[in-house]
Nanobody, 120 residues
Framework: QVQLVESGGGLVQAGGSLRLSCAAS????????MGWYRQAPGKQRELVAA???????NYADSVKGRFTISRDNAKNTVSLQMNSLKPEDTAVYYC??????????????WGKGTLVTVSS
């Protein structure tokens, strides 16, 4: 069984910074893409940033230049450094990973989410 556990959410003032982390654990053979999504109240879940196993990154236009995604393949972790936060960044942030478990076919896994609240 594979689990993704996020940490690092919280309350921050506009202009501040937060760092989210996510660790994948369990019977993992390999991990392809890892990423962060977010869902604000009343809105659909959207991609924030993603990183391939080779280190290529992709960002939503709304966070480019402010957020940085990184991963540690040896530790099966992915992080999101969020700077210059805005009230519109307020959302529940979810970690996502395309995992190939040791004993089954690959599939998408999700963390339970961590709340980020940016006050104005």
């Amino acid at each position: 069984q594979v689990q993704l556990v996020e940490s690092g959410g919280g309350l921050v003032q506009a202009g501040g910074s937060l760092r989210l982390s996510c660790a994948a654990s369990g019977s993992i053979f390999s991990i392809n893409d890892m990423g962060w999504y977010r869902q604000a109240p009343g809105k659909q879940r959207e991609l924030v940033a993603a990183v391939t196993s080779g280190g290529s990154t992709n960002y939503a236009d709304s966070v480019k230049g402010r957020f940085t995604i990184s991963r540690d393949n040896a530790k099966n972790t992915v992080s999101l450094q969020m700077n210059s936060l805005k009230p519109e960044d307020t959302a529940v942030y979810y970690c996502n990973a395309d995992v190939v478990p040791k004993w089954s076919d690959g599939m998408q896994y999700w963390g339970k989410g961590t709340l980020v609240t940016v006050s104005s």
